[in-house]
């Protein structure tokens, strides 16, 4: 009986072994022996970063629910976009500066047919703000919220330092969905269209930079684990925020080849300071042939000027607005 036990064991293995090597068969390999991660990648999707309340605990949905679930998505954007026009804006038109013809944010949801982005908490909700995490978000919205004094009064997507999807980490958003990794022995560079953001990363691990050095899209340490690239990114300055994180935030980033048109990206934050707990969100990109665009943002930043000249119109008018905080951040 045991001998019989044994066996089984032994099969089980042999059988995993040879569903790992088969699935590793359809991933493209480097010279030097690692899997490719090249390539363009799509990142554009309709799953949600949180969890609907509508989905409550349920984590993963049959297909006939995927399906329902982006017909409605679909029909939501086409009721929206043929509204009659009754002379009454609304705040998150002006937001946006443009109608949906020029956002892409893509029709389906991720091949995981996951609730939601997040994966950890369990509930696919982000864990609870601390009192520090509280109060540095309170401090933002209101500065974010008063007619802006100079360019540092206003967030660093409006500023063009650093994209509002382009991270890291890479989140899907309302337009410029794409990267584009290139990868060599010893660096992996990743490049995103969201205001042509790029990093360089080495391959073969390394020390953080003294605590005193910020950089706006931190310092990143990469290094395999297996088939696995993983990033590790400290160094944020205290404006990097990524969903109410703060400086003191170490992301942590894997890049996994599924097949020839899937890469998993899966991210965690850590930052004890700002949230009750850590969270983690997973996507799968598709390869595309379509290439990364000029996004100028800083050729010119025409609403830079703008905003400021309006705001200082206001001043001498002695008139206040609360609508410099954009609807999505209330």
């Known amino acids: ?6 066996l089984r064991s032994l099969a089980v293995s042999i059988a995993s072994m040879a569903i790992a090597q088969a699935s590793l068969a359809d991933v493209p390999m480097k010279a030097w022996g690692k899997p490719s991660l090249q390539g363009n990648w799509d990142f554009r999707t309709v799953t949600p970063f949180q969890r609907p309340a509508a989905f409550a605990d349920k984590e993963f949905l049959t297909a006939d629910e995927v399906e329902d679930y982006e017909a409605a998505v679909r029909a939501g954007r086409e009721a929206r976009a043929t509204a009659e026009f009754d002379g009454e804006f609304d705040q998150r038109d002006l937001d946006v500066g443009y109608n949906t013809f020029y956002l892409d944010q893509g029709t389906t949801m991720t091949t995981t047919m996951r609730t939601s982005q997040l994966i950890y908490p369990e509930n696919g909700r982000m864990p609870g703000m601390t ?27 409006d ?21 584009k990794l290139i990868q060599t022995e010893d660096h992996i560079v990743i490049q995103t269209e969201m205001v042509n953001d790029h ?18 899209k931190g310092n990143s340490i990469g290094q395999w684990d297996g088939d696995t690239f993983v990033v590790t990114t400290t160094n944020f300055t205290h404006l990097s925020r990524f969903n109410g994180t703060g400086e003191n935030m170490t992301l942590t980033e ?10 998993q990206y899966e991210w965690t934050v850590d930052d004890a300071e700002m949230f009750d707990d850590r969270f983690t969100a997973i996507v799968e990109m598709q390869l595309t042939d379509a290439d990364l665009f000029e996004y100028a943002c800083h050729e010119a930043n025409y609403a830079m000027p703008l905003m400021l000249s ?5 001043d001498a008018a002695g008139e206040e607005d609360d609508t410099w905080l954009p609807s999505w951040s209330r």
């Open 1 to 6: 009986m045991r001998h019989m036990k044994i």
């Open 131 to 157: 009192d520090r995490g509280r109060e540095a978000a309170a401090y933002y919205r209101a500065l974010q919220r008063r007619s802006p004094q100079g360019p540092e009064d206003r967030n660093l997507y």
């Open 159 to 179: 500023r063009c330092i650093l994209g509002f999807n382009a991270g890291p980490p890479m989140r899907s958003g309302a337009y410029n969905n794409m990267m």
């Open 199 to 216: 990093r360089v990363i080495p391959t073969s691990g390394g020390e953080a930079l003294p605590d005193d050095v910020r950089q706006w």
């Open 254 to 263: 894997r890049f996994t080849r599924l097949d020839e048109d899937r890469l």
């Open 310 to 314: 309006g705001a200082r119109k206001q």
